[in-house]
């Protein structure tokens, strides 16, 4: 009973603002507390977190990806892919969402997509002809585009938690890296092809094919060409271990920002890295008390008794899984989504490896789902941060949001539907 | 500000900045060292755990001198300024003392250890290592004790 009212009492602390390390680890402590364990094991558990070998890639990539946004790469990437594709019919339109989507595998999809690439996109949306509610509704559901791509933060961090439950069948980071591909790609086309069509009575201006346009953009952008192929050779080819592929573009990022290009002054650069490493700081911390949860959750046998739960109600895998969508939607859109893998993963892996589920699925499903949570009406993320960068009501942007949604859920379906999808390269 | 509080954020930076370094520095060395040399420092892989470890928990503290940490603020959106300060306060007094209580939980278990004596890499005991924990916990707790009184500026988010 006590335990029931504690932890009732910690999840309103939770919904009212209390920080969500704060809310694991007294949802933790109140575990080990009930359970007779002496409270001095947090520090074992927290400390555990140092024998993840992956960690050293979080903190290597965000610095890196900080300090992209930090720079005018966002433009230089940008000019790439429009002076490349730019001559297709919907043209820009694509070029958003790809552009949208390697900018947030970088990045991550912090809203910084929004800020850097969106603010960029959205006027030019509107002057080669696209309504403004089209714009909008494309920027603020591109801002979570490629979370399913190497190396965003999200994926690597869902790889380090279902590792260490180390329950159905095991798979290497590289994998996980691998299975995202053609549904990050599923999307892309899928969101373009709808683009095609909805805009199909409109006059669009189009560009034409230079040569020259090419060069000059190449040129600009020579120095930043050489990181997807570290993420293509290095992390999808198997070249490097991750954390390698990390620390060399890190130390490059580094070098060609402040020394190259010199867009992030030395001035500037310790408080861009405070920034990285405060962000970072704070979800390693997060992961570190939830591997402590993990262990109160698994002593408790909560899985087990979930998947009991859930099993007497919900006989087959298919069922299961348009629930977990249900589910994972909902979570998306309150709960951001690092805290969700930590949270959730423990819970769910189990329950979906019972049901048939290989964990690499599970992976892409539970992103794919996260990703829409960001501008999932009222609460998404990405609507607040579109509406405050592009100073516009939010039930406006809501309007705008809702048909990308539909097309993102349509291939939410399917990558959820079709394991293929995120196994057939890998399995 | 006071003086002393900005001796103690200058020194949490130094340390952070340093570190960062330090993690750069050694990764690429053991790159350089692995592929090019065939060689590595053989306790390099075990320090740069501890160097992420570090950098965590150096970063969660300053995490914590701004609202810095994250928290499900997608109800709280639709609160008025004064109820959101109330809400603040409650948060901040349940922070710090989760923080506090870990913290002097989490220095027993380092001075336990101290004892043992263990070696970590080279000639790092283990309990140094371990140190950062309770130090970090309790600057975290002592922080959001100040904000009970003293509250953060609102931040966008």
Same mark, same amino acid.
């Given at each position: 009973m006590e335990l029931l009212l504690g932890i009732i009492l910690i999840l309103l602390l939770a919904i009212s603002g209390t920080p969500i390390f704060v809310v694991i680890l007294s949802l933790a402590m109140l575990g080990f507390y009930v359970a007779d364990v002496p409270l001095m094991v947090i520090a074992v558990e927290l400390y555990?977190?140092?024998?993840? @070998?992956? *960690?050293?890639?979080l903190p290597l990539f965000t610095l890196a990806g900080y300090l992209l946004a930090e720079s005018n790469s966002s433009t230089r990437l940008v000019n790439v892919t429009q002076a490349l594709i730019g001559w297709l019919p919907g043209g820009l339109s694509m070029i958003a969402f790809i552009t949208c989507a390697m900018f947030t595998a970088f990045t991550g999809a912090s809203g910084v997509t929004i800020v850097a690439v969106g603010a960029l996109l959205y006027p030019a949306l509107q002057q080669v002809g696209y309504s403004e509610r089209y714009s909008l509704g494309l920027v603020t559901t591109s801002?979570? *585009?490629?979370? *399913?791509?190497?190396?965003?933060l999200p994926l690597i961090l869902y790889g380090i938690m279902a590792q260490q439950m180390g329950v159905g069948e095991p798979f290497t980071i590289q994998q996980l890296f691998v299975a995202g591909v053609i549904p990050a790609l599923l999307m892309v086309v899928l969101l373009s092809v709808w683009s095609l069509w909805h805009n199909r009575g409109r006059q669009i201006a189009m560009q034409k094919f230079e040569a020259g346009n090419v060069r000059s953009a190449l040129w600009e952008a020579r120095w930043e060409i050489p990181l997807p192929l570290f993420v293509i050779g290095g992390i999808y080819g198997g070249f490097f271990a991750v954390s390698e592929t990390a620390a060399v573009i890190a130390l490059y990022v580094l070098i060609v920002e402040v020394f190259i290009y010199k867009e992030v002054s030395l001035r500037q650069l310790p408080g861009v890295v405070r920034r990285a490493v405060a962000m970072v700081g704070g979800i390693i911390l997060i992961l570190g008390v939830s591997l402590a949860f993990t262990n109160v959750l698994v002593d408790a046998e909560v899985p087990t008794k979930a998947f009991e739960l859930i099993q007497s109600v919900v006989k087959d895998k298919w069922t299961f899984l348009i629930l977990l969508n249900i589910f994972l939607l909902i979570l998306g859109a309150i709960l951001d989504i690092f805290s969700a893998i930590v949270i959730m993963v423990p819970i769910l892996l189990p329950v979906a490896v019972a049901y048939g589920i290989d964990p690499v699925h599970l992976g892409i499903i539970f992103l794919a789902n996260m990703q829409i949570g960001y501008f999932t @009406?009222?609460?998404?993320m990405n609507l607040f941060i579109a509406s405050y960068r592009f100073n516009k009501p939010i039930t406006e942007l809501y309007k705008a949001a809702l048909p990308f949604m539909a097309v993102l859920i349509v291939a939410l379906l399917l990558i959820t539907y079709i394991p293929w999808l995120s196994l057939g390269l890998i399995r | 500000m006071n003086k002393s509080i900005r001796l103690f954020h200058f020194l949490e930076d130094a340390l952070l900045y340093l570190i960062t370094a330090g993690l750069i520095g050694l990764a690429i060395l053991q790159i350089w060292l692995r592929n090019?040399?065939?060689?590595?420092?053989?306790?390099g892989d075990s320090a740069l755990r501890v160097f992420v470890f570090w950098l965590a928990m150096v970063g969660a503290m300053v995490a914590s001198r701004e609202s810095g940490h994250i928290s499900i603020d997608a109800f709280t959106h639709y609160l008025r300024p004064a109820q959101r300060r109330m809400l603040g306060v409650l948060t901040s007094l349940f922070s710090a003392f989760i923080c506090l209580l870990a913290a002097w939980y989490c220095l027993a278990f380092v001075l336990d250890e101290r004892e043992y004596g263990d070696i970590a890499f080279a000639q790092v005991p283990v309990w140094i290592c371990e140190a950062i924990i309770p130090v970090a916990l309790a600057t975290m707790g002592l922080r959001f004790l100040i904000q009970i009184f003293v509250p953060l500026p609102e931040t966008k988010s």
């Amino acid at each position: 009973m006590e335990l029931l009212l504690g932890i009732i009492l910690i999840l309103l602390l939770a919904i009212s603002g209390t920080p969500i390390f704060v809310v694991i680890l007294s949802l933790a402590m109140l575990g080990f507390y009930v359970a007779d364990v002496p409270l001095m094991v947090i520090a074992v558990e927290l400390y555990r977190i140092s024998d993840t @070998p992956l *960690l050293l890639a979080l903190p290597l990539f965000t610095l890196a990806g900080y300090l992209l946004a930090e720079s005018n790469s966002s433009t230089r990437l940008v000019n790439v892919t429009q002076a490349l594709i730019g001559w297709l019919p919907g043209g820009l339109s694509m070029i958003a969402f790809i552009t949208c989507a390697m900018f947030t595998a970088f990045t991550g999809a912090s809203g910084v997509t929004i800020v850097a690439v969106g603010a960029l996109l959205y006027p030019a949306l509107q002057q080669v002809g696209y309504s403004e509610r089209y714009s909008l509704g494309l920027v603020t559901t591109s801002g979570s *585009l490629g979370l *399913l791509l190497a190396p965003s933060l999200p994926l690597i961090l869902y790889g380090i938690m279902a590792q260490q439950m180390g329950v159905g069948e095991p798979f290497t980071i590289q994998q996980l890296f691998v299975a995202g591909v053609i549904p990050a790609l599923l999307m892309v086309v899928l969101l373009s092809v709808w683009s095609l069509w909805h805009n199909r009575g409109r006059q669009i201006a189009m560009q034409k094919f230079e040569a020259g346009n090419v060069r000059s953009a190449l040129w600009e952008a020579r120095w930043e060409i050489p990181l997807p192929l570290f993420v293509i050779g290095g992390i999808y080819g198997g070249f490097f271990a991750v954390s390698e592929t990390a620390a060399v573009i890190a130390l490059y990022v580094l070098i060609v920002e402040v020394f190259i290009y010199k867009e992030v002054s030395l001035r500037q650069l310790p408080g861009v890295v405070r920034r990285a490493v405060a962000m970072v700081g704070g979800i390693i911390l997060i992961l570190g008390v939830s591997l402590a949860f993990t262990n109160v959750l698994v002593d408790a046998e909560v899985p087990t008794k979930a998947f009991e739960l859930i099993q007497s109600v919900v006989k087959d895998k298919w069922t299961f899984l348009i629930l977990l969508n249900i589910f994972l939607l909902i979570l998306g859109a309150i709960l951001d989504i690092f805290s969700a893998i930590v949270i959730m993963v423990p819970i769910l892996l189990p329950v979906a490896v019972a049901y048939g589920i290989d964990p690499v699925h599970l992976g892409i499903i539970f992103l794919a789902n996260m990703q829409i949570g960001y501008f999932t @009406p009222p609460v998404g993320m990405n609507l607040f941060i579109a509406s405050y960068r592009f100073n516009k009501p939010i039930t406006e942007l809501y309007k705008a949001a809702l048909p990308f949604m539909a097309v993102l859920i349509v291939a939410l379906l399917l990558i959820t539907y079709i394991p293929w999808l995120s196994l057939g390269l890998i399995r | 500000m006071n003086k002393s509080i900005r001796l103690f954020h200058f020194l949490e930076d130094a340390l952070l900045y340093l570190i960062t370094a330090g993690l750069i520095g050694l990764a690429i060395l053991q790159i350089w060292l692995r592929n090019v040399h065939d060689s590595g420092i053989y306790w390099g892989d075990s320090a740069l755990r501890v160097f992420v470890f570090w950098l965590a928990m150096v970063g969660a503290m300053v995490a914590s001198r701004e609202s810095g940490h994250i928290s499900i603020d997608a109800f709280t959106h639709y609160l008025r300024p004064a109820q959101r300060r109330m809400l603040g306060v409650l948060t901040s007094l349940f922070s710090a003392f989760i923080c506090l209580l870990a913290a002097w939980y989490c220095l027993a278990f380092v001075l336990d250890e101290r004892e043992y004596g263990d070696i970590a890499f080279a000639q790092v005991p283990v309990w140094i290592c371990e140190a950062i924990i309770p130090v970090a916990l309790a600057t975290m707790g002592l922080r959001f004790l100040i904000q009970i009184f003293v509250p953060l500026p609102e931040t966008k988010s």
